[in-house]
């Protein structure tokens, strides 16, 4: 399978996870071939990645300019010298009206890239980004305790959009989108199986948190709330503030575990995923055989938001925090009393090889990350 100096295109590489993998595909030797929506995105990801790889040798980046990633053809000029591709274009967001506002791009973008891949014989492997929403009924109360594996689908989602349509919840909108895009992937797998160059392989990040170092954020003349226009809005370097911070996730963070005034707290329990992590999956499924035709689950860490209280307090760290969210004698771990869902992790450990960040390894480097920012002054004391 790849290994360096092969050539990977990725798409969405502007995005959070995106720039991860970009990230991670240079420091390991790879060739990468970043694609964006807009000229003015391509030269703040190009100045980005040099700043954060100064001695990057030349000619191993390079950022395209795809602006209507939905029509087709949209890839075809840039596989042609492609070994792997990477796929994370997608709206992440829950306020769109219109269920096709979530559908057409994630179901068009990604058959136009499995399309545009299989007209490459040089395209050995697909990875596409998906969701552990398109496994898991996560708005529909669970009657008992439920591990969820990669052998399931949300189609409970799907089926609650099609009966209810524009005035479904924005996250059932979003994880049907997933549904259907995924769904429609390994259909194209399957139907073309033995005419395929590439083997496909999808990757199911939940919550998705971790260090900012890489992360872009809202253009600084739009800090406002996340709506679907900022989400548009030109990429400038790292985050300056915590109001600059662009992705859902790090703003659940932020406000969740280092706000002042502090948020209202979320007291149901969740799972996430290292964002670190999640670029180490996308890029074993390029490298390893056994990714070959496979789903995997990046959800691994079960957790309460006390959890991280707690662990800040026994680590030492931020005394502040300690003052607004008082840590309690035991982790509420594995102590729920109520039914919960929780995802496997076995099979990215067994074929991928995959070790996961825990939370306290999470929270101790977004800590130094925004300390070195001089966000958490008013945790210090």
């Given at each position: ?7 990977v ?20 030797g ?45 890839f ?26 979530y ?17 490459h ?15 898991a ?17 949300n ?13 479904a ?98 007291l ?15 890029i ?38 300690s ?59």
């Amino acid at each position: 399978m790849l290994s360096p100096p092969d050539k990977v295109f990725v798409t969405g590489a502007n995005g959070y996870i995106g720039c991860w993998i970009v990230h991670e595909l240079l420091d390991k030797g790879y060739f990468v071939r970043a694609a964006v929506r807009t000229d003015e995105k391509a030269r703040t990801l190009s100045s980005l990645i040099t700043s954060k790889h100064p001695a990057l040798p030349p000619g191993s980046f390079e950022c395209v300019v795809v602006p209507e990633m939905l029509t087709d053809g949209a890839f075809d000029n840039f596989l042609g010298d492609i070994q792997g591709v990477i796929h994370t274009a997608t709206p992440v967001t829950f306020d769109l009206e219109d269920p096709e506002d979530y559908n057409v791009p994630a179901v068009n973008g990604t058959m136009g890239i499995i399309k545009a891949a299989a007209k490459h014989k040089n395209v050995k492997r697909v990875v596409v980004t998906s969701s552990t929403g398109a496994i898991a009924e996560t708005l529909r109360a669970p009657e008992e305790t439920r591990i969820y594996t990669e052998d399931e689908w949300n189609d409970y989602a799907v089926e609650t959009v099609s009966r209810l349509g524009k005035a479904a919840p924005g996250f059932e909108k979003y994880s049907a989108s997933k549904v259907l895009s995924e769904k429609a992937a390994w259909e194209f797998c399957q139907e073309n199986k033995g005419r395929l160059s590439f083997e496909l392989c999808t990757i199911l990040p939940g919550w998705v948190f971790g260090v900012n170092t890489l992360l872009p954020s809202f253009s600084p003349h739009a800090p406002g709330p996340l709506t679907q226009n900022s989400l548009s809005q030109p990429l400038p370097d790292d985050p300056k503030s915590p109001a600059d911070i662009s992705t859902v996730s790090a703003r659940v963070v932020w406000g969740q575990a280092f706000a002042m005034p502090p948020a209202e707290p979320f007291l149901v329990d969740f799972s996430f995923v290292d964002v670190r992590d999640v670029a180490e999956m996308h890029i074993r499924a390029l490298e390893m055989e056994a990714a070959a035709g496979e789903r995997f689950l990046a959800n691994p860490n079960l957790c309460t938001w006390q959890d991280w209280y707690n662990a800040a307090h026994a680590m030492g760290i931020l005394p502040g925090l300690s003052k607004i969210h008082p840590p309690t004698t035991t982790s509420t771990e594995g102590k729920a009393s109520y039914p919960r869902l929780e995802y496997s992790s076995e099979k990215a450990k067994k074929k991928l090889g995959m070790v996961f960040r825990p939370l306290e390894v999470t929270l101790r480097d977004m800590v130094d990350d925004f300390r070195k920012r001089g966000w958490l002054e008013h945790l210090e004391v």
